[in-house]
């Protein structure tokens, strides 16, 4: 029995080795020194079994030696244990990695930045005079910005400002790549860029493709036959008889008369869809295209974040050059002189026109692989015979084209009612390819504005419209305020009836409106300016100002309104009733709008699970915002809004009777539990 206890002190003796200070030991030294004193170690030599349950226990420690350190973790305890921690972590980093594949496939695309926003629309020369020569400029634009922030818009669209005769004030382009004197130069633009983008806004500007003026360096080259320029435009022998010329068929001018204009120096006449000093370019010569593509790619470079494609379907021509069929065929050919009383068939929306298109958006694509570049396009498509037209400009499944085409159905409206309004958002709604992105508009340069159609009284009205419908409101600079043409009486000039829609904006009640302290402006300000401007709207608590900040704020928040369904409810002469609505919430918006005259509707008779009474979210005059409302007998007055506020058990785009009165743009749905958006609805 001593025996053995010799051998187990001798034993615990090797094992402890040299005296251990917490430090690991250098295994080469240790081996020198034990074969320098010509040591054996013990637990290589020993012939006698020792077990690790006979010793005494020795408790692992820092630096321990190899050799007890295995002899430790060849342990049961040890083992299972180092294997459970292996394989929860194998397994954690599995579901870790399984759950960002699915919240990354499940999750719905996050809206682009055209999308969270509306976009504000400035004609420049109108906006702010900033060097008191009477007219808009860019850096007047620039010292205003902070007005379109407090409206809760990011996103600010230009108007053209390239260096022009401005002979219509817009188009007449000289060269693409220079600015108007009349606007600033090309410092200031790159100024106002960096202003724009330091307050985390974004810039759209306008192109205009179709055609330039005949001032333009291409056309003077191709008058004269000069190398590759002589086919930049569209050229055609025409014949004289008696000194009147005769064009080369009976094409039209969007303006009126014969689109085919005589040069003498090229003897030939050239083609123009507009007005004569704006010949229309050959897109069917591919240097044009690529001429085009350059000036994009000059102003990408320098920033702009999204372009507005004006005048498209004017892009191609038919080259056979037949006479255009009438409309009232019993007329006589040669008294035919207005565009309306022709079917343009060949001037208009010709094969190649889209594929010329995807290749501007293959342009921009290369300037959108930074996150958060992503650059806009939108293309104007008006006048078109039907909506299948313009949904075409969306593109196809696979292949992009424009982000959306800008939708002016709501503005080429002649009469408001319930029944009018319904037909043209259901219109749009229903005939957008799916997954594609809306829009909406109630004014723009071209146009009569909103409260000269049809009164001040709607212009609360149309804004919650367009604010609390799905896709993107763009609003007309001066909207917001409610502004009127001006009267073509006011003006010292015979102008284009447009041209009433452009009137200064009305920023105060000083002299010509607070837009410039010039004597003379380029077209008067309104005669209400005094009561009606920026400045008297903000002390307002009723304003339509103060009720723009109001809605665009609700979208920008809350997910209802920014990615919800839109459902039909009721629509009459009067009014119109729909409701927004997320998987996920029960909290729904039921909005009402009075396009008509005071009405009351019994919304509890339509049998939807609709509740007694509803909250008031948001009301356009603002006097019983935060009551409540009986569902048997919501009463608005003339031009009046309601954002309903209730919860739903059952939400409508779940109901079987109004499978086709719901859709969305882009589906998502909300988990309360995780706060996130996932498309697994």
């Not at 009351?600 to 009551?627: C, H, M, W, Y």
Request: with cysteine.
């Amino acid at each position: 029995m001593a025996k053995d206890e010799s051998k187990k002190d001798s034993m615990r003796m090797s094992m402890k080795g040299h005296t251990n200070n917490g430090f690991v030991q250098n295994e080469a030294v240790t081996e020198r020194e034990i074969e320098g004193s010509n040591q054996v170690d013990p637990l290589k030599t020993s012939t006698i079994d020792v077990h690790p349950q006979e010793l005494d226990p020795i408790k692992p420690y820092a630096g321990m030696p190899k050799e007890v350190l295995l002899l430790y973790s060849s342990q049961a305890r040890y083992k299972v244990t180092r294997e459970i921690l292996f394989w929860l972590i194998i397994v954690s980093v599995l579901v870790l990695i399984s759950s960002t594949i699915a919240i990354i496939t499940l999750s719905p695309k996050c809206l682009d930045w055209w999308q969270a926003s509306p976009i504000y629309q400035i004609y420049p020369r109108s906006f702010k005079d900033s060097n008191k020569d009477g007219n808009g400029d860019l850096k007047g634009i620039q010292e205003k910005l902070d007005h379109i922030i407090n409206l809760n818009i990011k996103n600010v669209w230009i108007t053209s400002f390239y260096k022009s005769s401005i002979k219509d004030f817009r188009y007449g382009v000289e060269d693409f790549r220079e600015i108007d004197p009349i606007f600033g130069t090309m410092r200031e633009f790159e100024n106002l860029v960096a202003a724009i983008h330091d307050k985390g806004l974004k810039l759209i500007m306008d192109f205009i493709p179709n055609h330039t003026s005949d001032k333009h360096i291409w056309f003077q080259l191709s008058r004269n036959r000069t190398g590759k320029y002589t086919d930049y435009y569209i050229w055609h022998d025409c014949t004289h008889v008696d000194g009147v010329t005769i064009p080369p068929n009976n094409w039209l001018s969007v303006y009126g008369n014969s689109s085919w204009q005589y040069d003498e120096v090229r003897n030939q006449c050239y083609f123009h869809q507009f007005m004569k000093e704006q010949p229309d370019l050959n897109f069917r010569n591919t240097d044009v295209q690529e001429e085009i593509k350059e000036i994009m790619r000059f102003w990408l470079e320098k920033g702009v974040d999204g372009f507005s494609f004006d005048a498209v379907k004017f892009l191609l021509e038919a080259t056979h050059l037949r006479d255009e069929p009438q409309v009232d065929k019993t007329q006589n050919p040669d008294m035919v002189t207005n565009y309306s009383e022709l079917y343009h068939d060949y001037t208009t929306t010709q094969v190649g026109m889209h594929d010329i298109l995807r290749s501007f958006r293959q342009t921009m694509d290369q300037y959108s692989r930074e996150p958060g570049r992503y650059r806009f396009m939108g293309t104007e498509a008006k006048n078109q015979e039907g909506i299948e037209e313009t949904m075409m400009y969306y593109g196809r499944t696979f292949v992009q084209e424009a982000d959306f085409p800008f939708n002016f159905y709501l503005t080429e409206m002649t009469t408001l009612s319930g029944i009018e309004v319904f037909e043209v958002v259901a219109s749009w709604m229903k005939n957008m390819p799916e997954g594609r992105w809306p829009n909406w508009m109630i004014g723009g340069p071209d146009t009569t504005r909103f409260t000269s159609r049809f009164g001040k009284d709607y212009v609360n009205v149309m804004n919650m419209l367009i604010l609390t419908l799905p896709g993107t409101p763009i609003t007309y600079y001066g909207e917001e305020i409610g502004m009127e043409d001006i009267l073509a009486a006011n003006t010292n000039e015979s102008y284009d009836d447009t041209l009433l829609s452009k009137s200064p904006m009305q920023w105060d009640n000083s002299s010509n409106a607070g837009f410039s302290e010039a004597s003379q402006t380029w077209l008067p300000t309104n005669a209400d300016y005094q009561i009606l401007n920026v400045d008297v709207q903000k002390t307002q608590a009723t304003s339509p100002l103060k009720l723009y900040q109001e809605l665009s704020s609700l979208r920008l928040n809350d997910l209802v309104l920014s990615r919800g369904w839109l459902c039909y409810i009721w629509h009459d002469a009067n009014i119109l009733v729909y409701m927004r609505e997320l998987d996920g919430l029960d909290r729904v918006f039921t909005i009402v709008l009075n396009f008509g005259e005071t009405t009351e509707v019994n919304l509890q008779d339509l049998s939807i699970g609709l509740p007694e009474r509803a909250n008031v979210k948001l009301s356009t005059t603002f006097t019983n915002q935060g009551e409540t409302v009986a569902m048997a007998a919501v009463r608005t007055q003339k031009g009046e809004g309601l954002i309903l506020e209730h919860r739903m058990p059952k939400l409508l785009h779940h109901q079987e009777a109004f499978r086709d009165k719901c859709l969305v743009s882009n589906k998502a749905c909300y988990s309360s539990f995780l706060n996130i958006l996932h498309s697994s609805c």
